[in-house]
């Protein structure tokens, strides 16, 4: 099989095209991760399942997912990342088969974390191939269309999935990958090169299970953790002890790294790079504070004011057709300024838009008090995704291009795994104490006999991000105005609390933001290949 060494030597004369079928892949195992979110309720009543279950449904797609990143990477550098991906496919399409057959809960589970493993397979050689059949002037554009992407396919999934189940059954969210997966592994065969590093490499059998079993402990106690109130899991066991260990594995992982001269599965020169050290730490920081503001905006729709999933998906949508176009936009301004400046002014402006929502959203809001503030953050998040990702890998050596693809994708996946448990935290615990204050409030408007059962049931409310339902035996009247009081006392505490959340998520942004001096100072790209090759080699201040 011929071997693509850089984008010196083309590796095929339409790379627009051979991306968007990579893409086709991309998107899909995007999609996947927040398509089921808006299933809960048909699961559990289709497949008998516990609500417990049905969340190991998403969560353990998740697992499979970022665990796997730094090993799939690494073996696209060792085996060609057009094989990867076409097996990452075709694993992701037979999974999804199997999802849509699956009639009980464990089954479901099973196809989901192959789907999972599926994504992860896929994910790592679309950066690998964009650095490999790219030159350095045209990657800002083509990681435009991979940011766009990133912008755009988790507010797809409950679109997509809210109108699936309202025309068709549940499994049709799988089954709908089946023919188009099929359509792209043919593609990928026809169109892709044959793409890998130019010289062979071996797996770090050691490294792999040493990462894998390291950042299997960290993933699932961020994941988990919550339920479990970070406390006892199961005798000794508790969410810490777990998160502990895979800290140690992980430390041991890296010793191990550094040990291995030759061929390491995550090779620490890669983090002697400035710009790709500099933009896995920007990465990760900008995950914590990204991930918390659609999982708070759609609890805010849904719970707070009564949309259904459908309805709040439709509501996200102009926001991340604004994140789609504007990645492309951003592409080409990053190819012409550097990703750098670009990428300050994204976060900035998403701080701001953050801070906009907060002033403009209250507990009686309607849609239209959402739209400023989502405009400005659609804009700046296609003014993130693509600089960042250019940013990071501008100066990687193709050779490493898996690895490093891998390396970084994990980095933020944990980054966003981490911000959804600590804002989530942070939202349950200050919606517990904003509720209490509120029910004690207007728990004078019920009848005396229900007030302390109010006070206690809004307080619990904060678990479930619901408003309480109305205890039994009451006569209409008095459950209409139960019903009523709960709604009002739940819809203000958690606006009260949603504020704080997003007032700390723009501050974490603003934090990534001003970690992104420390990247280092842009170089134009050059136009021919003796400057580009002199312009990757210079010294950079």
């Known amino acids: 099989m011929p071997e693509i060494k850089t984008a010196e030597q083309p590796a095929t004369q339409r790379p627009w095209l051979v991306l968007a079928i990579m893409c086709v892949g991309f998107f899909m195992s995007l999609l996947d991760g927040s398509i089921v979110n808006v299933a809960v309720p048909m699961l559990i009543h289709s497949i ?30 060792i085996f060609g990342y057009r094989r ?9 399409t037979v999974a999804s088969a199997l ?25 790592p050689q679309v950066i690998s191939s964009i650095l490999t059949i790219f030159p350095p002037r045209l990657r800002g554009r083509a990681f435009g269309l991979f940011g766009a992407i990133v912008g755009f396919a988790p507010i797809v999934g409950p679109v997509a999935g809210g109108f699936l189940l309202a025309h068709v059954s549940w ?48 993933v699932f106690g961020l994941i988990e953790g ?33 040990r291995q001269r030759n061929e390491p599965l995550m090779p620490l020169a890669l983090f002697g790079a400035r710009d790709f050290a500099v933009g896995n730490g920007v990465g990760f920081v900008f995950q914590l504070g990204m991930i918390g503001i659609m999982f708070v905006l759609v609890l805010y729709l849904q719970m707070a004011r009564g ?107 944990i980054g966003g795994v981490l911000g959804t448990a600590v804002l989530g935290a942070l939202l349950s615990a200050r919606l517990s104490s904003t509720l209490r204050g509120e029910a004690e409030q207007r728990a004078g408007q019920l009848p005396e006999s229900l007030r302390a059962q109010f006070i206690d049931d809004s307080a619990a409310a904060a678990r479930h991000y619901s408003p309480p339902v109305p205890p039994g035996g009451l006569n209409p009247a008095t459950t209409s105005l139960y019903e009523r009081v709960t709604a009002d006392t ?7 609390a949603m504020h704080t959340t997003l007032v700390a998520c723009a501050l974490v942004l603003v934090t990534a933001a001003l970690l992104c001096f420390l990247f280092s100072r842009h170089q134009k790209p050059a136009t021919d290949p003796a400057q580009r090759r002199q312009a990757e080699t210079a010294p950079q201040d």
């Open 48 to 77: 008998n399942a516990s609500y417990d279950q049905v969340l190991w449904v998403i969560d353990g797609y998740l697992l499979a997912f970022s665990v796997p990143l730094i090993t799939t990477g690494r073996l696209g550098d």
């Open 84 to 92: 990867l991906y076409v097996i990452g496919i075709i694993t992701f």
């Open 99 to 123: 999802c849509g057959l699956s009639d009980s809960p464990t089954q479901l589970l099973a196809a989901r974390a192959l789907q999972g493993l599926g994504g992860a397979l896929l994910f």
């Open 171 to 218: 499994r049709w969210i799988f089954f709908v990958n089946v023919p188009i997966g099929i359509i792209t592994a043919v593609l990928a065969l026809t169109f892709a090169p044959p793409m890998r590093s130019g010289r062979r490499h071996r797996l770090d059998v050691i490294g792999v299970a040493l990462a894998t079993a390291g950042l299997s402990g960290v």
């Open 226 to 258: 919550e339920r479990y109130a970070w406390g006892t899991i199961i005798g000794p066991i508790s969410i810490a002890s777990v998160i502990v260990a895979g800290l140690v594995l992980l430390a041991v992982f890296v010793l191990w790294q550094h």
């Open 307 to 413: 949309y259904s999933a459908l309805e709040t998906g439709l509501m996200m949508v102009p926001s991340a057709v604004l994140t789609a176009v504007g990645s492309a936009y951003a592409g080409r301004l990053s190819d012409r300024f550097g990703g750098k400046y670009i990428l300050m002014a994204g976060m900035t402006l998403l701080a701001a838009g953050l801070l906009v929502l907060v002033a403009m959203t209250g507990p009686t809001s309607g849609a239209w008090s959402l739209l400023p503030g989502l405009t400005i953050i659609g804009i700046a998040s296609g003014a993130t995704f693509a600089p960042l990702q250019q940013a990071t890998m501008h100066g990687v050596d193709p050779r490493l291009a898996g690895a490093a693809s891998g390396v970084s994708s994990t980095i933020r996946q």
């Open 490 to 496: 739940f819809a203000t505490g958690f606006v009260n």
